[in-house]
C-alpha cells in the first residue's frame, strides 16, 4: 500500500487521530459507570497508561483499535507499507511490554478490542465487572 498523502497532508491527518477518549472507549466507560464500576483514567506510573483502572482490584482495561494495535496483524500485514508495517509491529512489541510488566506487577489485565465494542459492548462489560468483583473478593478475602 503506498501512502498517497504528501508529508504536510499525512501529518495533518495523523493530528487528528486521538489516542485517548476514543469512541470505544467512552461507550466501556459510560456502561461501566452505569453498573456502579468506579475507576481512574489513563493513570499515570502504570506501565502503558491503560484507558480504566481498578486499583482497589488491581484491574486495568486497554480499550484498544484494530488497525493500530494489530488485532490479527499477521493476516494483513503484508498489505501495508513499509512504514506502517513497522509501526503497527512497534505498537504491538510496546503493548506486550506493557502487559508484562503490569502481570509482574499484580495487575489483571483485559484487553478490550475496538471490534468487540462495536458487536456487544455490554458483553464487554460484563468481562470488566466479573473481573473486578471476582479481584475485589479476593482482596477482601486475603485482608481477612
Not at 507499507?81 to 513497522?86: A, D, T
Not at 478490550?112 to 468481562?127: G, M, S, T, Y
Request: charged residues 40%; proline residues 3%.
Amino acid at each position: 500500500m503506498v501512502d498517497n498523502l504528501t508529508p504536510k497532508q499525512r501529518s495533518y491527518t495523523m493530528s487528528r487521530i486521538r489516542s485517548k477518549d476514543t469512541t470505544p472507549e467512552l461507550k466501556i466507560r459510560r456502561l461501566s459507570h452505569a453498573r456502579g464500576l468506579r475507576f481512574r483514567k489513563h493513570k499515570d506510573g502504570l506501565a502503558g497508561r491503560p484507558d480504566l483502572v481498578f486499583s482497589s482490584a488491581r484491574v486495568a482495561v486497554f480499550v484498544d483499535g484494530d488497525f493500530w494495535h494489530g488485532w490479527r496483524f499477521p493476516q494483513w500485514k503484508d498489505k501495508l507499507g513499509k512504514y506502517w508495517r513497522q509501526k503497527i509491529e512497534g505498537n504491538r512489541r510496546r503493548d506486550q511490554r506493557n502487559f508484562k510488566k503490569l502481570r509482574r506487577e499484580g495487575w489483571l489485565v483485559l484487553r478490550i478490542w475496538e471490534h468487540e465494542v462495536k458487536k456487544n459492548a455490554e458483553a464487554c462489560v460484563d468481562r470488566i465487572e466479573a473481573a473486578v468483583r471476582a479481584r475485589a473478593s479476593e482482596s477482601a478475602r486475603d485482608r481477612q
